[in-house]
C-alpha cells in the first residue's frame, strides 16, 4: 500500500519499528545452559554496574570496600533507596529500570522491591527467556564468549544442545591486551606459545583461534580497545593482529569487531563500574579497514567525538559495517543525534543498535528505548524524501527497517539469518 499523508507514515513506521523482530548483534547474555553467566531478575538488575557508579555519586559517605562487602541483595535495597527513593529515577540507567518493572506488569505506586522480588520466585530461567525474548520482540542475541574463562570453558565442553536464540561470538580481549600474562592460558590450554612469540607461538595461536571457531560456530571475533590504541603498531597487539587475526578471519570468513575507546579502571575502586572513555584516532581504523579489504570489519566506537569520522570511513570502506550507541552512548539525546548522521551518511547501511545488555530483563528497555528513537528518525528521513517528491510503500518501509534490525548484519556476515529460515 502506498503511504499516502504524513499521519500515515508516521503510524506505519512506528509500528514497524515497534514490531519488527531483532537480531541484537552484541549483548552479555547467555543460553540456560550456561547456568549462573546468565543474570536475570530485579536484584541483577538493580545491581548493574552503570547504576553502581550513580549511587556512589549521591553517597560520599559509603566506603567503596563497605559496598564490595554487601551481599547483591544489599546492594540492590541501597541501589533502590538511593536512586529510586530518594531521587527520581530519570538517568537513562535508572529510566530503564522503571521501564522494565512496568513492562512486566509491576505496580509501581508501591515501590516495595520486595513485592517485585516474589514475582521471580515462582518463574524457571527457561520460561523467564522465553518471556523476555518474546516481549521485548528479539529473535536472536548474540553472546559475549570468552574462552579465557574457566567456568565458560567448561560449559562448552559439556556440549549442551544449542539455542538458537543464543548465538556465538568469540571475544578475545586477553589475547590482544595483556599478551604478557595471557600467554600462560593458551599454554594451560595446550598451546605451544612464547611470550617472545618464538618457535611455534604464531602458528599455535592461530591453532587455538581456529579451534575456539570450530567449538563455538562464532559468528565474528571481538575485543574491546583502549582509546590510544594504535595501527599499525610494534607491539604483541600489533603482530597479533596483523599475524593471526587477520589471516584467521580472512579463512574463516567472518569479521573481526573492533570496540574501540575504552579506558579501563580509571577508578578502580568501582571495581566493574570503574571503565571511562577517551577519543581515538581515526587513522588507526581508516588504516587497518584499507589494508585488508578482503576482511570484514564490524566497528563500534565509545566516544562521541569520533562518531562522525567513523561514518565518513565507513563511507570509503564497504568492508567496514558500524555498529550500535555503545555504552556511554546508549542515551537518548546521543542516539538520536548519532543514528540521524549515520542516516545521513550510509542510509541503511549500519547496524543502528545492539542492547549490550548483561541482565536479560533489560533487553524490554534497552529495545523499547532505542526503537522509538531509531522510528523517530526514521520518520524525519521519510518525510524529506517525501517532501522531495518521493513516493513510499509500506512494503518498502518494511524491508529498510528488517534491514535496520537485523538484515544489514546478516548480508555483511554473507549468511542467511537463521531465524528467518526457522520462521519459513
Ligand atoms: O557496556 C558495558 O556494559 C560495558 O561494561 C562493556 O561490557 C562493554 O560493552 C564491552 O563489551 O566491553
Ligand atoms: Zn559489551
Not at 587513522?283 to 562518531?307: H, P
Amino acid at each position: 500500500m502506498t503511504i499516502h499523508s504524513k499521519e500515515h507514515l508516521h503510524s506505519f513506521v512506528t509500528e514497524t519499528v515497534r514490531n519488527t523482530q531483532v537480531t541484537d548483534i552484541h549483548t552479555h547474555l547467555f543460553a540456560e545452559s550456561f547456568g549462573d553467566l546468565l543474570l536475570w531478575g530485579v536484584d541483577d538488575l538493580l545491581t548493574y554496574h552503570y547504576l553502581i557508579a550513580e549511587t556512589f555519586r549521591f553517597k560520599p559517605e559509603l566506603s567503596y570496600d563497605a559496598f564490595w562487602a554487601m551481599s547483591k541483595q544489599e546492594q540492590a535495597d541501597l541501589i533502590w533507596k538511593t536512586l529510586f527513593i530518594e531521587h527520581s529515577p530519570y538517568s537513562e540507567a535508572c529510566r530503564g529500570v522503571v521501564t522494565v518493572l512496568n513492562r512486566l506488569g509491576f505496580d509501581l505506586s508501591t515501590r516495595d522491591l520486595n513485592t517485585y522480588r516474589e514475582y521471580y520466585k515462582n518463574v524457571s530461567a527457561k520460561d523467564y527467556i522465553s518471556r523476555i525474548l518474546e516481549l521485548a520482540k528479539v529473535k536472536t542475541v548474540v553472546m559475549t564468549n570468552d574462552p579465557f574463562d574457566s567456568f565458560e570453558r567448561e560449559k562448552w565442553s559439556q556440549n549442551h544442545p544449542q539455542d538458537p536464540r543464543f548465538l556465538a561470538a568469540l571475544r578475545i580481549d586477553p589475547l590482544l591486551n595483556a599478551w604478557d600474562t595471557s600467554w600462560t592460558l593458551l599454554v594451560e590450554q595446550g598451546y605451544e606459545v612464547k611470550p617472545d612469540f618464538s618457535g611455534n607461538t604464531i602458528s599455535e595461536i592461530r591453532r587455538f583461534l581456529n579451534d575456539w571457531i570450530a567449538r563455538i560456530n562464532p559468528l565474528y571475533m571481538a575485543v574491546s580497545l583502549p582509546n590510544d590504541f594504535a595501527y599499525p603498531e610494534d607491539s604483541s597487539r600489533g603482530r597479533i593482529i596483523d599475524e593471526c587475526i587477520v589471516p584467521v578471519a580472512r579463512e574463516a570468513n567472518i569479521p573481526f569487531a573492533m570496540m574501540i575507546g575504552v579506558k579501563r579502571q580509571v577508578n578502580p575502586s568501582l571495581k566493574g563500574a570503574g571503565d571511562s572513555l577517551g577519543k581515538s584516532d581515526i587513522g588507526t581504523v581508516e588504516r587497518i579497514v584499507s589494508k585488508y579489504q578482503d576482511v570484514k570489519f564490524l566497528v563500534t566506537m565509545l566516544s562521541r567525538e569520533n562518531q562522525h569520522e567513523l561514518a565518513v570511513t565507513a563511507r570509503k570502506n564497504r568492508n567496514l559495517l558500524i555498529f550500535g550507541c555503545w555504552w556511554f552512548l546508549n542515551n537518548p539525546s546521543l542516539i538520536e543525534e548519532i543514528t540521524r548522521m549515520r542516516f545521513e551518511l550510509l542510509g541503511g547501511s549500519i547496524i543502528p543498535q545492539h542492547s549490550d545488555c548483561r541482565i536479560i530483563d533489560q533487553l524490554l528497555y534497552k529495545w523499547d528505548h532505542s526503537r522509538e528513537i531509531i522510528a523517530k528518525v526514521l520518520f524525519e528521513k521519510y518525510d524529506d524524501l517525501l517532501a522531495a517528491g518521493w513516493r513510499l510503500e509500506e512494503e518498502e518501509i518494511q524491508r529498510d527497517v528488517d534491514d535496520l534490525l537485523g538484515g544489514t548484519f546478516w548480508k555483511f556476515l554473507g549468511k542467511p539469518d537463521p531465524a528467518a529460515i526457522a520462521a519459513k
